[in-house]
C-alpha cells in the first residue's frame, strides 16, 4: 500500500505505551504506524459487527416480507 493510500489519523494514547510501542517498532525494525496497523490488523475482525447487524436485519427483513405474502395468499383461499 503506497503513501496516498493510507489516511493520516490523530490519537491521544498514554504516553508509557507510546515508549513501549516505540521500542518495540524499533526492535521489529518496523515504524510506529507499521507496528500500530499490524496490531490493529490482527485485533480487528475481518468483518465489522456492524455489517453482520445490517445484514442480519435484511435478512429478518426479507424473511418477514416472505411470511406476510405466504399469509396473504392463505387468507386468499
Request: proline share 3%.
Amino acid at each position: 500500500m503506497t503513501h496516498s493510500e493510507k489516511q493520516r489519523v490523530t490519537i491521544f494514547l498514554n504516553p508509557e505505551l507510546i515508549k513501549q510501542a516505540k521500542a518495540q517498532a524499533i526492535v521489529e525494525d518496523k515504524t510506529l504506524a507499521a507496528l500500530i496497523e499490524n496490531a490493529l490488523i490482527n485485533y480487528l475482525p475481518l468483518e465489522t459487527l456492524i455489517k453482520k447487524k445490517i445484514f442480519l436485519m435484511s435478512l429478518i427483513s426479507s424473511i418477514t416480507e416472505c411470511h406476510m405474502k405466504i399469509a396473504s395468499e392463505e387468507s386468499q383461499l
